[in-house]
Structures are given as C-alpha cells and as structure tokens.
C-alpha cells in the first residue's frame, strides 16, 4: 500500500506501454485506476475544492465536467509500437513539451519487399519488389547515408498537419494532399544493425492485402513509388564468376516461381506477366512440367557454363533489426520506407520499441504496464516511488520544481 497520508501527488514517470492499444487509451486506463485509487485522491479532493471557487464563466467553459485525475503523455505510441511512454500528471503536463524535444531510441525490424500505405505490415500493399539481392552487407553500405544531419519526409500517416487538418485524415479519406509532403531536417545521432534475419529464419511474412487501386495512384503522386519501381525492377546481382543479369521480380506471397527455365519462344511473355502480377493469359496452352523439364534439360545442355547458375531457391524476404538514437520529429517509419529505396527493393516495419526517451530507459526506472492489474498494493508504491524520484531530481535549491530544462540536452 502507497505510504501517501494526504499528499498530494503528481508529476511524470514512464511506463511500458504495450502492443496493440492507443496511447490515448493508455491515459483512460490510467485514469481508471487512478481516479478511484487512495494514492491520488487528495489530488481529486483539491482539484474539486478548486472548481468550488471557479467562477461561472470557467465551470461553463470546462468540457469535462467530471474530476479525474489529469493524465497527459509526451510523444505518442501508436498502437503496433511499445515501449517507454512518459506521463505527466497534475502539474507534471506542464513539462511534457520538453520530452517531445528530447533525444530518443529505438529498436525496430524492417522487412523488404513491399511498401504499404502505413510503411508497416499492418498496411495495404501499395508495390512489391525484388528483395532477393538484399543483404546485411548491402544494407551496412547504406546506412552512412541516414547518420548524421539528413533530411526527411514524413509519412502521410503521420499527425503531422497541413491546412488545420492531419495528414492520416487525409489519408483514410483517400484524399490527395494540398501540397507536398516536404522534406525536413532531423539528426540520427546513432544507427546500427544488431541482427540479421535472413529469408526463412523468421516468422515475419509481407503483407498479403492490396491497396485499391486509387490510392495505389495516390500512392504514386504523394509517395513517389514510381521511381523506387524502377530501381528495383532493374536490381541486379553479380553470381559467382562475377556476371551481371536482371532479376526477376518475385512476389513470394502471390506467385511461385520455378527455377526451371520455359521454352525460349515462351519467356518473354512470362516475363512480362510475372512482372505485372497479372495472371497468365487464357489463349495460351497449360504449362506442361514434363515438356518443362525437357526444355531446362536441353537448355542446360546447350548452355552449360558457371556463369548460367540458377538463383537459389527463394526463402522469403530477409529482415534486419535496427538500433537508433534520434532527434525531435524523426520518423521510423519512413526510415524503413528510405532503407528499402537505398538497396534498390521496397520495405516495411515489423515492429518497434522505444528503449529510452530524456531519462527514462526500459529496465531501469520505467514501470511494466502489467503491474496495474496487480491492484493498487503494487501499482501504487511503484507509481509513487517514480513520481518522488522525479521530483528530487528536478527540484531546485529552493524547493520548487523545474521546468525540465536540460530534457532537450538528453
């Protein structure tokens, strides 16, 4: 039980928000234990004596009429990411600008081959691509180009606003933009790779669901796929002996392609419809295997040489997991959108964790969210022990609070 007789608590401490709910929700479930709780009912009692004073223009003024405890969070989680959620409660909102400045990190999966309308595997596939020639060393090269000072453009999925209205409104409407999304500088001050997945050593499959074909074309105006299309659908790997060739782009999901090469008269037309997705036209004959296998057997005896190797078989996209510390106003997800560019494929985000934000770092001072269902006997010690712990690290010498103005610094 909270050792609290009559103080009146309030301030900011973190807790680790969990997959799959809102940071918004977080608050309201705060708030349901919270409100009831011993711990903060002194500050329910002085807010009510607070509102007892206001005048009439005030009380009308005030949407919620009700008294909860006040919650707010400083940088929101959306509900795919975990992680550390700093909250602010009483007077603690106040210092919650100061986070949304401060450096944070990271740790976040991507996988190649497809990019969606949310840059996630939650999304609709917008394009796929070939994938097959993406490696760790590959991705390593790339990186140097998202360290430092870079610019970025943000996700239209983002909570970003352009003419009073945000960008994902936008974007569930399916409508255009106003104008471009525009670049914008932020600094990555660390970025590395911490594990390689290569295809097959993972569960993480690419999305299956297509976008409609309008917001593929929005997709193609406000994201500018076409250009990453056409590096990709250019990417070429050298094999053993060094020999270019193009690649054949491969959805793994959709389509399954045999190693086995067809007839030299049929190629071209499995070519191009492999590369459009479509499927095969209906005038032309049943594949047959066996007049297949004849035409490899041939083909391989008549072109035996190390530098006709056949691809190996495809195991599914390969994925890499990223650690990152950045500044205000970076977005992973188009960081995994610009990786997936940067090796000639396409990419999306599988998940991702907030490690750290200012101070407050996963498995040091932060609070498991599964500790609220453990009653107030638990919540409650933990909730004030942060909440004291704040406070003695930003009082000043006169016994007051500050204003958390080394947050930017950390």
């Not at 959620?85 to 999966?109: D, H, P, V």
């Not at 997936?340 to 932060?366: H, K, W």
Request: aromatic share 4%; with cysteine; charged share 35%.
């Amino acid at each position: 039980m909270s050792k609290n007789t009559g103080k009146i608590v309030e301030g900011v401490f973190a807790i680790n928000k969990p997959p799959s709910i809102s940071s918004a929700q977080v608050i309201r479930n705060l708030q349901s234990h919270f409100n009831p709780s011993k711990l903060f009912a002194p500050w329910i009692a002085a807010e009510r004596a607070h509102r007892d004073i206001e005048s009439p223009r005030e009380r009308r003024r005030r949407k919620d009429k009700s008294v909860q405890v006040k919650i707010g969070h400083g940088g929101t989680l959306d509900p795919m990411a975990t992680g550390v959620l700093i909250m602010g409660i009483g007077k603690g909102t106040k210092q919650l600008q100061g986070f949304l400045e401060c450096t944070k990190s990271y740790e976040a999966t991507i996988l190649f081959g497809a990019a969606t309308d949310t840059y996630d595997v939650l999304g609709k596939v917008l394009r796929r691509a070939e994938y097959k020639h993406v490696t760790k060393e590959g991705v390593e090269d790339v990186l140097a180009r998202f360290r430092g000072n870079i610019m970025q453009r943000p996700p239209i999925y983002s909570a970003l606003r352009m003419q009073g209205k945000r960008l994902y409104e936008y974007a569930r409407e399916g409508k255009e933009v106003p104008r471009e999304i525009q670049e914008r500088p932020v600094k990555v001050e660390e970025l590395e790779i911490i594990e390689w997945l290569d295809g097959g050593t993972h569960d993480s499959r690419l999305p299956k669901e297509e976008a409609e074909v309008e917001a593929k074309e929005l997709a193609e105006r406000v994201l500018k796929l076409d250009a990453a299309a056409n590096i990709s659908e250019k990417a070429v790997e050298k094999d053993v002996n060094g020999a270019k060739r193009k690649r054949e782009l491969d959805d793994v999901d959709d389509l399954s392609i045999s190693h086995k090469r067809r007839a030299r008269d049929d190629e071209e037309a499995d070519s191009q419809t492999l590369m459009s997705g479509a499927l095969q036209s209906p005038d032309r004959k049943p594949h047959d295997p066996a007049e297949s296998a004849n035409s490899a057997t041939a083909d391989a005896d008549s072109h035996e040489s190390p530098q006709q190797t056949s691809l190996p078989p495809d195991k599914g996209p390969p994925a890499v997991k990223l650690r990152m510390t950045v500044t205000s106003g970076f977005y992973v997800r188009s960081l995994s959108h610009d990786l997936g560019e940067a090796v000639g494929s396409l990419a999306c985000m599988i998940d991702l964790v907030r490690t750290r934000q200012g101070d407050f770092e996963l498995g040091r001072n932060v609070m498991e969210y599964e500790e609220l269902d453990k009653g107030e006997d638990v919540w409650g010690q933990q909730v004030e022990k942060l909440l004291e712990e704040w406070e003695e690290r930003n009082a000043k010498p006169d016994g007051s609070t500050s204003r958390l103005e080394d947050a930017r610094e950390k």
